[in-house]
């Protein structure tokens, strides 16, 4: 019986989860890491990605995520995330449009924001439909 | 005159009776836009909690803290000031006592001020103090954007780091609760870690960090910094709004018992006009069987 600890997502616009779970993995700086229960103390940036979650009763969830950082305890793990969504708030027709206009900025280049700045919308938009798209299958 | 009277008097009740319909009008609209803001602090305020306790947790662990954003100036020279107030008049004694809480900030901290003006109400009042503000945002929204909240920080965080002031400190009002708030004044930067010491005796070597706690400092201070600027302004705000509400329901109650007492007089002064004629009648009659 694996040990439970509680798992909290935050964003500036809402708290997107908030539940006791098994295992969370999550999109770590240098790659995918996987937390459970008495995890030693470590925090972490975030890159865009997905977290999967695996709740008490055994289901599986997941929320997409465009970096953040995250801070891990024994028995609690707290995500501050820039946004988060779960597969219910996403719209691939929305999404598939955001990156294209994250694409065109980057292409043209857009007043006041940097090179790096660009990229990154458009990592970030590239991870929110390809979580839309896989979910809809 | 009397009728004179009587009619001057109905003028007033129907003209009381429009401002009460305007005041009730203002009220509904500062308490819808209340709503709104409310509803954005209330799930901004836990983020805020939580990057503050990260932050301090983590500057309390690294050793070294080798960030211009956290090194306080002995010497504070010149210092920056962001003036937070309404977009609008009529809203009880919101901006007055804003001014007020300034003016007593003046007095404890005696140095030159670089002012960032934020409200068209700040704009206006800088006019009369005076003061040249170096920086001036208005037309304020409940959804302001990140970018511009970014491009506000960017240039304080600038203006601090350059040098041109030694200390940069934000007065806002605080939001309490629908009819209580309070202008406050928080030094912005440096950044303040609160309980630093006690984070510092329990510096685990144990903690891991991935990648090294100075990379993460360099990306999380920008954003506790943009964060708490959001909170700072989205708790005017909300207090703009409550404020007006309260005053606009304070004047439609005013207008309300204005309208009664004049209703009172109004129907006297009929009564008292009816009288007269009947008298004046009665008089004539008996004048002529007379």
């Known amino acids: 019986m694996p040990r439970e600890f509680q798992f909290e997502v935050v964003t500036p616009e809402r708290t997107v989860f908030s539940k006791a779970v098994t295992s969370v993995i999550m999109p770590a700086y240098e790659g995918y890491l996987g937390v459970m229960a008495g995890h030693a103390p ?10 999967v979650v695996r709740t008490t009763d055994g289901k599986q969830e997941e929320i997409a995520v465009s970096g953040g950082f995250a801070d891990v305890g024994p028995a609690k793990c707290l995500i501050l995330a820039d946004a988060a969504e779960t597969p219910d708030q996403l719209n691939p027709d929305r999404a598939r449009k955001a990156l294209e206009k994250a694409k065109a900025a980057l292409a043209e280049g857009a007043p006041g924001h940097s090179q790096e700045e660009l990229e990154a919308s458009v990592k970030r938009a590239e991870n929110r439909l390809r979580f839309a798209e896989r979910r809809k299958k | ?16 009776n429009n401002i009460k319909k305007i005041t009730r009008a ?31 947790g983590l500057a309390g662990r690294v050793q070294n803290l080798d960030f211009p954003l956290f090194k306080t100036r002995d010497n504070v020279k010149r210092i920056g000031v962001v003036l937070v107030m309404g977009e609008k008049g009529l809203c009880g004694s919101f901006n007055s006592n804003m001014l007020r809480f300034f003016n007593e900030f003046q007095k404890k901290h005696p ?16 006019k009369k103090v005076p003061l040249t503000p170096v920086d001036s945002y208005v037309a304020l929204k409940p959804d302001v954007t990140f970018g511009e909240i970014q491009s506000w920080t960017n240039k304080l965080i600038a203006s601090f780091v350059e040098g041109r002031v030694d200390e940069v400190w934000v007065l806002y009002t605080e939001y309490m609760n629908a009819v209580t708030f309070r202008p406050r004044a928080v030094k912005f930067l440096p950044v303040q870690t609160e309980k630093k010491e006690g984070a510092k005796k ?34 005017s705000m909300s207090s703009e709004h409550a ?4 005053a606009m329901h304070n004047a439609t109650e005013n207008a309300k018992d204005l309208v009664s007492s004049l209703t009172l007089i109004y129907n006297k002064a009929r ?14 009659a008996e004048a002529l069987k007379g």
């Open chain 1, 42 to 51: 470590l925090l972490a940036l975030l890159q865009p990605g997905e977290i």
């Open chain 2, 1 to 16: 005159m009397a009728v004179g009277n009587i009619k001057t008097i109905r003028t007033k009740i129907r003209s009381v």
């Open chain 2, 26 to 56: 203002m009220e509904m609209v500062s308490a819808a836009k209340l709503r709104k803001v409310q509803e954005r602090l209330m799930a901004v305020r836990p983020y805020a909690s939580k990057i503050a306790e990260f932050l301090t």
């Open chain 2, 111 to 126: 140095q030159p001020v670089d002012l960032t003006a934020i409200g068209k109400k700040t704009v206006d009042t800088a």
């Open chain 2, 202 to 235: 329990e510096a685990s070597s144990d903690y891991e960090f991935e990648p090294e706690p100075a990379k993460i400092l360099a990306t999380l201070i920008p954003r506790y910094v943009q964060t708490t600027f959001h909170r700072l302004l989205l708790e």
């Open chain 2, 243 to 246: 404020a007006r509400m309260n």
């Open chain 2, 271 to 284: 009564q008292a006009s009816i009288t007269k004629e009947l008298l004046d009648i009665v008089g004539g």
